[in-house]
């Protein structure tokens, strides 16, 4: 299994700023994964942080919202940019191990 | 499209029934499928089934896949208010790790 620590695990923005949330994996990880769960909505996936590559975007998610960093086996950024209230969500970062996925405890986002 | 659907969307019951849960897929080149409970923001890992007829077994959970009518059922006898949350079932739908959801089942218990 793996232990993944996420933060911040919730914050409160204001419309038009960035927000970057960190996820830490406590051993090296090929797949790292960012979903997001809209209210009341099950999780979605975003996209899949590759180390050493641009991210890979799902349909409907683009860098420019939403850009990715990978710079190791263990750690990825997801930043929420130029938010606005229908980005309220809570955001969960992924790695995959033994064909399971684990959970990072996720970042509530909320957006005024 | 690949997509998964479950069934309830929610449930009340109280403590001490059984209930199940229902978890219905259509993906290509199926790989897995997962359960998950989740009562705040994390979900945490249930089971994972990768073979027909075969149970899976926790305590009071189970759960169970049948690949060729394409489903998953996920059992919860003698139940506890701790059993409160929504469960998730997940499918790999191409062996890639990228999951595909479905909207839950929000389970309540009454004491």
């Known amino acids: 299994s793996a232990v993944i620590s996420q933060k911040p695990s919730r914050d409160i923005c204001q419309r038009g700023t960035s927000l970057t949330i960190q996820c830490q994996v406590d051993s090296q990880v090929t797949m790292m994964f960012w979903y997001r769960q809209q209210p009341g909505q099950s999780l979605t996936l975003i996209a899949t942080a590759n180390q050493g590559s641009e991210a890979t975007y799902e349909s409907g998610f683009v860098i420019d919202k939403f850009p990715i960093s990978r710079p190791n086996l263990t750690f990825s950024t997801l930043t929420v940019s130029n938010m606005s209230p229908e980005d309220s969500s809570i955001y969960l970062c992924s790695v995959a191990m033994d064909t399971e996925a684990f959970f990072g405890q996720g970042t509530r986002l909320t957006v005024v | 499209e690949d997509k998964v659907v479950q069934s309830p969307l929610s449930l009340v019951v109280h403590e001490g029934d059984t209930v199940t849960l229902n978890c219905s897929y259509e993906v290509t080149n199926f790989r897995s499928l997962l359960w998950y409970k989740q009562e705040k923001k994390a979900p945490t890992f249930l089971f994972m089934l990768t073979s027909s007829g075969i149970e899976k077994k926790s305590g009071r959970l189970s759960s169970i896949l049948d690949k060729k009518e394409l489903f998953s059922i996920l059992n919860i006898t003698a139940t506890q208010t701790g059993d409160s949350a929504v469960y998730l079932c997940?499918?790999?739908?191409?062996?890639?790790?990228?999951?595909?959801f479905g909207t839950g089942t929000r389970l309540k218990v009454l004491a």
């Open positions: 997940a499918v790999d739908p191409r062996g890639t790790y990228k999951y595909i």
